[in-house]
T-cell receptor, first 115, second 115 residues
């Protein structure tokens, strides 16, 4: 069975600084997708970034980038130039490429941004 | 339009009541999801509809009854709930099919309190 682990329940970062959230996963599959979702307090969950396992190049979306290490089964999210609006719960999620709609979510990391 | 809407935003119901949650999307997605989310926890998948047919039921108690009347609408009928069913209920949608990334788009949720 696949599992996703986020070992940092809470992180803090100073505004304008850089922070990295960690995520590890376990799977016997070779082809899958990984996602980072952001859920601000009392606001809806939105997709931050997506990585396809067969692509070696790390995904980037503006200030958000990932460090995808397939052999190590690691998928960390780097947020550069942190802003107050980045404060949220961040969930890492895994989905097998085929045969299922199910996401496997990690337990989440609460990110606080300090002014 | 990348919006998933949910009504009502808040719902308080007694254990003998019958109520329904509604979800709507106009992105042309043919897969729709219900999740239950407790505070500071990741979403837990309850049901998935694919092409208006129930595709996944994660062994949810029968007091929760999903319905997908058309490709844009998803309902969750509630009856004889227990206080432990109090949670945030999230709807999501995605493209259908299970061989792509098909990221999910989430609604803002309905905050349900069972008294």
């Amino acid at each position: 069975a696949q599992t996703v682990t986020q070992s940092q329940p809470e992180m803090s970062v100073q505004e304008a600084e850089t922070v990295t959230l960690s995520c590890t996963y376990d799977t016997s599959e070779s082809d899958y997708y990984l996602f980072w979702y952001k859920q601000p307090p009392s606001r809806q969950m939105i997709l931050v970034i997506r990585q396809e396992a067969y692509k070696q190049q790390n995904a980037t979306e503006n200030r958000f980038s990932v460090n995808f290490q397939k052999a190590a089964k690691s998928f960390s999210l780097k947020i550069s130039d942190s802003q107050l609006g980045d404060a949220a719960m961040y969930f890492c999620a895994y989905r097998r490429r085929s045969g299922t709609y199910k996401y496997i979510f990690g337990t989440g990391t609460r990110l606080k941004v300090l002014a | 339009d990348t919006e998933v809407t949910q009504t009502p935003k808040h719902l308080v119901m007694g254990m003998t009541n019958k109520k329904s949650l509604k979800c709507e999307q106009h992105m042309g997605h043919r897969a729709m999801y219900w999740y239950k989310q407790k505070a500071k926890k990741p979403p837990e998948l309850m049901f998935v509809y694919s092409y208006e047919k129930l595709s996944i039921n994660e062994s949810v108690p029968s007091r929760f009854s999903p319905e997908c009347p058309n490709s844009s609408l998803l309902n969750l009928h509630l009856h004889a709930l227990q206080p432990e069913d109090s949670a945030l209920y999230l709807c999501a949608s995605s493209q259908a099919g299970t061989s792509g990334s098909y990221e999910q788009y989430f609604g803002p949720g309905t905050r349900l309190t069972v008294t």
